[in-house]
């Protein structure tokens, strides 16, 4: 295949129009933080996204490389189809049901970062152990997005792979090291409409190759690209379903556009207005997928045997382009799928570092540290988590397969702890630690096919794979998460009981989540609050903990509101207030 100077030229076009954009979104956001709002100002734009650059840029963070190639990927390749490419209604459910039950509350108490609202009520611990998934879920799926943009490239202007993915990460890298999420989002605009139009512009001139079979016949063959569930098939088929809808509320690329919102009310609207644009922008994917299922690519310069057989379905949207179209709209389609791989892996970027640099950095460990250095610890960990994404992108083999394989931590262990975080009153870190504990282990133990992971425990409805590989079919994936949901929630109102009722000294409660925070921390507040007529030093001197100094780091200050108007608490006032009249 030839080299191609006009596809190398527009892209570097491409690229440093992006460049631009950044570097003017980075100057905006200089311009737009007063000195001590700095830090504020990169990881929520200052919260004053409004809802036409808001709208664009949580549309384009799911847009992906992952999600543009995986769904072609999914619906190309035979026996699976439209029907198992899941991707694009099940995010964009989790964009509904995240506008509809978790944008209001988080917004509206003022959270910075998706961890905040952990380390508030399970402390530094908690949130320590929960940014490990969080972290892993945006490796991968920056991982998968690089990939797929290393693909692209390489198929339609022949260019060294590693070389392309190299590229394509410094350029990001460099805008969202500058500009945070201004920078960001302010690309995502750009980069959207890209895709929007490169790919448009591809599917009438791929639809009239003469290669071509027309999609409304082949849709109606044996081994259709609408694809179809078989019985047995049917619960994995729901427990991905259900992993891709509830497992892509938990990231913290989406909170972070939700927490930059200028209102609670505005971050539901920007949900819902993402859901829609997620499914309009996977239409021109679908239709490409089944272009390339209808192909006859012994009548193409592609030749026999077709992508399945040479083990290149991950790349049959690139390879659509530059077989089935001319050579000047394959640059047009090469230019979306970068827009939407830089569009993702941005996000994650920024996403991963701001939680280190917040929940990790600050809170835990350097709580009085300036808004200078807090910025400086970003810059330092946004190159060093875009390298360690681009390395694992060399290394990567199916997009979807690591597409799905980023949401499954994300699902099974922080999705039940944010619902008992939330929702649910009386949950505490005892709760918390057994809940992650159980789901990892039933996670682990259930195999990864995509791993070469052997499963330690065999529900109903295994089978082995031809490499070997036993395969669950039974929804083990669903069974972990509701297994580490119920788990917090009985684990945490045991110890409660049994530290409260005396069953079990106050000393033992060494991670001061029952005790301390019930009973001493709350009485002591309740008493200074409410009691004017107390005098301090008459009080009993009270050990300081951490816990009041890291939760008056954020600004919710309603999170214990319940405690203080407990039974024991109310009646304990009401005798200090009659003793001292």
């Not at 200052?46 to 992906?64: K, P, Y």
């Not at 350029?171 to 201004?182: D, Q």
């Not at 971050?267 to 859901?275: E, H, N, R, T």
């Not at 709580?367 to 810059?379: G, P």
Request: hydrophobic content about 50%.
């Amino acid at each position: 295949m030839p080299f191609h100077v006009e596809g190398l030229i527009a892209i570097i076009v491409f690229y440093l129009a992006i460049l631009l954009v950044g570097i003017w979104a980075a100057w905006k956001t200089k311009k737009s933080g007063s000195d001590g709002d700095r830090r504020e100002a990169i990881i929520v734009g200052g919260r004053d996204i409004g809802l036409l650059v808001g709208g664009f840029t949580m549309t384009a963070t799911w847009v992906g490389g992952g999600y543009i190639n995986g769904t072609a990927e999914a619906v190309y390749v035979p026996g699976y189809g439209l029907a198992w490419a899941q991707a694009p209604i099940g995010y964009s459910l989790s964009l509904v049901v995240g506008g509809l039950f978790f944008a209001k509350p988080m917004r509206s108490k003022g959270y910075v970062t998706m961890l905040d609202p952990f380390q508030q009520l399970y402390g530094k611990r908690m949130g320590g152990l929960l940014f490990i998934p969080a972290l892993m879920g945006e490796m991968f799926w920056a991982a998968a997005i690089f990939s797929a943009l290393g693909a692209t490239i390489s198929v339609i202007i022949d260019i060294n792979v590693n070389i392309s993915v190299i590229v394509s990460a410094l350029i990001a890298i460099l805008y969202t090291l500058v500009g945070g999420l201004y920078s960001v989002a302010y690309t995502d605009v750009v980069q959207l409409f890209c895709i929007f139009l490169g790919l448009w512009i591809s599917v009438p001139f791929a639809m009239s190759h003469p290669a071509v079979t027309n999609i409304g016949l082949t849709a109606v063959q044996e081994e259709s690209w609408l694809g179809s569930i078989e019985t047995l098939d049917v619960y994995s088929w729901l427990d991905n379903f259900f992993l891709l809808m509830l497992g892509g509320i938990p990231w913290q690329a989406y909170f972070q556009r939700v927490l930059s919102s200028s209102s609670a009310t505005y971050a539901q609207v920007l949900s819902f207005l993402a859901a829609f644009g997620c499914l309009v922008m996977a239409l021109p994917a679908i239709l490409i997928g089944a272009i390339g299922a209808s192909t006859d690519w012994n009548k193409t310069m592609y030749g026999f045997p077709d992508p399945r057989d040479r083990q290149e379905a991950d790349m049959i949207l690139p390879i659509v382009l530059q077989y089935l179209c001319p050579v000047y709209i394959s640059f047009f389609g090469l230019g979306a799928v970068s827009a939407a791989v830089m569009s993702s892996a941005d996000s994650s970027i920024l996403s991963a570092s701001s939680m280190f640099a917040r929940n990790i950095y600050q809170l835990s460990f350097r709580q009085n540290a300036s808004d200078r250095e807090i910025v400086w610890v970003m810059r330092i960990t946004i190159l060093v988590f875009g390298a360690s994404a681009t390395a694992m992108a060399l290394l990567a083999k199916s997009v979807y397969g690591l597409w799905y394989l980023s949401s499954d931590l994300v699902y099974i262990i922080i999705f039940p702890q944010l619902l008992c975080v939330l929702f649910i009153k009386g949950t505490n870190t005892y709760g918390a630690i057994a809940g992650y504990l159980f789901g990892l282990l039933l996670r682990i133990t259930g195999g990864e096919p995509y791993l070469y992971l052997q499963p330690l425990i065999f529900y109903p409805g295994y089978y082995a794979d031809k490499n070997h590989i036993y395969i669950q079919r039974f929804p083990f994936k669903t069974l972990a998460m509701l297994t580490s949901f119920f788990t917090n929630i009985a684990v945490s109102y045991l110890a409660k009981y049994l530290f409260e009722s005396g069953s079990l000294p106050p000393k033992l409660d060494f991670l001061d989540a029952v005790v301390a925070r019930y009973s001493q921390e709350n009485m002591d507040k309740t008493t200074l609050v409410k009691s004017d007529n107390i005098i301090l030093n008459e009080l009993a001197p009270v050990n300081p903990r951490h816990s009041l100094t890291l939760s008056s780091t954020f600004t919710n200050k309603d999170a214990f509101s319940d405690i203080d108007s407990s039974p024991e608490l109310s009646s304990a006032e009401d005798n200090l207030v009659t003793n001292t009249k």
